[in-house]
């Protein structure tokens, strides 16, 4: 399939899909992990981005080495939106997370 996709010039189209796609998964990545773990989860996120620009650096393969870079700027800029998330769920626009009483 890969061979196709090159012979026929569309390796950047399926790059720019899996891009989108990447995207698109983070963003509810970013309000799930505001909602449940508050903004201490850009910790994850930034890990998270520093892993995956080793490993791009680290990939041979061209396509790999991007999707990777992709990922870790991805993580990198969930950690902005997280902070964000917060001001959003402030003003009302997503729920809060209540907490739970231990009980007595």
């Not at 505001?34 to 396509?63: H, N, P, R």
């Not at 964000?84 to 769920?89: C, G, L, N, Y």
């Amino acid at each position: 399939m890969l061979d196709f996709l090159a012979e026929n010039n569309c390796m950047g189209l399926l790059v720019g899909l899996l891009t989108f796609l990447i995207i698109g998964l983070f963003h509810p990545l970013v309000i799930k992990g505001e909602y449940y773990f508050g903004v201490k989860c850009w910790w994850a996120f930034l890990l998270a981005g520093i892993v995956c620009v080793v490993f791009s650096v680290m990939a041979e393969d061209q396509i790999l080495s991007s999707l990777l870079g992709v990922v870790a700027f991805s993580c990198f800029w969930s950690i902005k939106e997280v902070f964000d998330q917060r001001k959003r769920v402030e003003r009302g626009w997503f729920p809060k997370r209540e907490k739970k009483d231990k009980g007595v």
